[in-house]
C-alpha cells in the first residue's frame, strides 16, 4: 500500500489536529488525492481532495471553512488540517489516491492508507 497516514490523536472540541499522508510511489503527481472519514456504525464520508495538477481543493460542506487540505509534492505528502474541532468529527480518517472523475466518489480511488483515528471530546 502506498500510501501511509499519520496525525490522529484525541483533542477537545475546539482544538486543531493535523494528518498528514505519505505516498511511496513514484508519480505523486500524477494522483488526485482525498480524505474520507468513517466514524462508528456509519458508512466512509468524503471530506476533501486535492487535484493533481494541485490547483483545485474540495470540501465536503460539515468540513469546509474548518479544514484544509495541501500537499508538500517534494515530499510526497498530503494533508489535512482540522480546526475548530467538533464532537461530530471523531472518526477513522483515510487518505486515497486516485485519477478520480469526481472527488467524492470513494469507490473512484485506487489506493488507500490504512487510516488514523481522530477523537473529539466536548
Known amino acids: 500500500v502506498p500510501l501511509q497516514a499519520s496525525g490522529g490523536g484525541s483533542e477537545q472540541a475546539g482544538g486543531s489536529l493535523r494528518l498528514s499522508c505519505v505516498y511511496s510511489?513514484?508519480?505523486?503527481?500524477?494522483?488526485?488525492m482525498g480524505w474520507f472519514r468513517q466514524a462508528p456504525g456509519e458508512g466512509r464520508e468524503f471530506v476533501a481532495a486535492l487535484s493533481r495538477n494541485g490547483d483545485s481543493t474540495y470540501y465536503s460542506d460539515t468540513v469546509k471553512d474548518r479544514f484544509t487540505i495541501s500537499r508538500d509534492v517534494a515530499k510526497k505528502t498530503v494533508s489535512l488540517q482540522m480546526n475548530s474541532l467538533k464532537p461530530e468529527d471523531t472518526a477513522v480518517y483515510y487518505c486515497?489516491?486516485?485519477?478520480?472523475?469526481?472527488?467524492?466518489?470513494?469507490?473512484?480511488?485506487?489506493?488507500w492508507g490504512q487510516g488514523t483515528l481522530v477523537t473529539v471530546s466536548s
Open positions: 510511489g513514484r508519480t505523486f503527481t500524477s494522483y488526485d
Open positions: 486515497a489516491a486516485g485519477q478520480v472523475g469526481y472527488y467524492t466518489n470513494r469507490y473512484e480511488y485506487d489506493y
